[in-house]
């Protein structure tokens, strides 16, 4: 009895707790050892709250857990009261289904869709949940029937009955982050007539997998429809995955690469290599549908730190998924048609923690989104037409260290470039520059300038005022005598080093 009422004692102290700080300070405090000890105790018989509050926390080593729980929690309710016909059902969090998905299914019922949980007589709870629907579904969960996304993926099976001639449909169950999931895609490879076109997906499972059961499967998939380089391999893969050479031998054994990584990282998004990989090498259509994918991932997963952006896509379309990746650090815009951008679609500033950013495109304009990353440090713009030169640097960028305006065809310096007291590098190389405003030299902390390949007809004589500078660019067609002004400037400055 002792031990019970420690344990309500211990929720009710992690639940004041966590009405009272964010999410983000909930991550670091001390709560995991006392969750682990609240969730292993199997003497307990538990209520649905602090069920919801572990998942809600996503400590990774409490998730399986924290699901199990739920889901033995869940099921006896479920089976009292059904999804039928005259139910309603609500999303409450992130699915692995999207809503649009959800409803195609219930057409095929007779059961409802309703975006007001509280009209609902169903709730499924998503894979991870914000403050404010956390408070919901604690607040909605009486009188009505919680769901797991496992529940209602038995429901959908039920009424689908899975077409195993739907490549899509066991392609999805292959990437779902439940091994149960999984388990059944791979029971579905003995009934269908072509497993081949799922053997990168197969393979990924195999490397990738922890789970003895799946691992045994897969490799008995491998093993009748690999191809003969792969099944020659199988044996020592595993020791030779992800290595300098990996991706070319998948190619040799018949492996889409993309779609392997794509599994992989779905899989294991500790590895942030997979993703970028993932996203450099599917195409289109498949793109949408990873990153559809990895956003649901990055609820309660590693977000990925750096993605670079193909150069062949259109990243008008997928730049609303990439800036849900809050927490991205760098981010690379590389592309080449220019067809596709010409202007950065908005929502950049969602990415509150971005520190570099490195745009190729010729865009049309300064995107002046960029003044409310609050950390940006490095920033590398190719050939923008800065149609928009004054307004740039009046506000913001006061963390900006490396600036890099290349091939912006610049005739004279942004007004407010002064403002950047942080700046510790500015490159102006490939510009139509004829001198350099005085508001250069309140950049007490720029350490190198370069200035090659513009228009000057006279050394600007405002660099005999920049005894900081240890580095400067300034090859140029300098007459003679520009030259002579240039050796005096060498002596000026004789702690930088310069260069013509």
Known sequence: MKKIDSVIQKTARLKKALTKTSFAAQHI???????????????????????????????????????????????????????????????IGNSGLTKTEIKNILKESEVKY????????????????????????LELREGRTLLSERI??????????????????????????????????????????????FISEIL??????????????????????????????????KKDALNSNFDEWLREAGINVGHFYRLAYLKDPRHISYFNKAV??????????????????????AKPQHISVPSDVDFERFAPKIYQCYGLKELTINIQNYNFLKKLPPGIAALSDLESLI????????????QKLPKLKSLFINAVQMTNLDNVFNRGFEKLEYLKLHLCRLDRLP????????????????????????EISQ????????????????????????????????????????????ETLKMSLSDCEIII
Request: glycine share 2%; with cysteine; aromatic share 6%.
């Open 29 to 91: 405090m001390q709560m995991q050892s006392e969750w682990a000890a609240l969730l292993d105790n199997k003497k307990i018989t538990y209520s649905l709250s602090p069920l919801l509050y572990a998942l809600a926390i996503r400590y990774p080593e409490l998730n399986a857990l924290a699901a199990e729980q739920l889901e033995s929690a869940m099921l006896p309710d479920y089976s009292k009261s059904p999804l039928q016909s005259g139910s309603t059902l609500s999303i």
């Open 114 to 137: 309703s975006t007001v949980p509280e009209k609902s007589t169903h709730l499924l709870v998503g894979r991870s949940l914000s403050e404010s629907e956390l408070a919901l579904l």
């Open 152 to 197: 209602f993926f038995d429901f959908c099976s039920a009424i689908r009955s899975f077409d195993t001639d739907n490549p899509d449909a066991i392609r999805q169950l292959m990437l779902h982050e439940d091994d149960i999931n999984v388990e059944i895609a791979l029971e579905l490879m003995k009934s269908t007539a072509s497993p081949k076109d």
């Open 204 to 237: 990924g499972i195999f490397i990738i997998s922890k789970k003895e059961d799946l691992i045994t499967k897969a490799e008995k998939l491998l093993k009748v429809y690999g191809s003969a380089l792969l099944k020659s391999r199988l044996s020592k893969i």
């Open 280 to 301: 450099q090498l599917l195409k289109a259509d498949e793109l949408d549908s990873f990153l559809n994918n990895a956003i649901r991932c990055w609820a309660f997963s």
């Open 359 to 370: 745009i190729t495109p010729s865009l049309a304009e300064f995107p002046l989104e960029l």
């Open 415 to 438: 007004k407010g470039i002064g403002n950047l007291k942080s700046l510790r590098v500015l490159d102006l190389n490939g510009g139509d520059l004829k001198e350099l405003s005085p």
């Open 443 to 486: 950049l007490k902390n720029l350490k190198e300038l370069n200035i090659d390949n513009n228009k000057f007809r006279e050394m600007p004589e405002i660099l005999y005022l920049m005894s900081e500078l240890k580095k400067l660019k300034m090859k140029n067609r300098w007459s003679d005598q520009e030259q002579r002004n240039i």
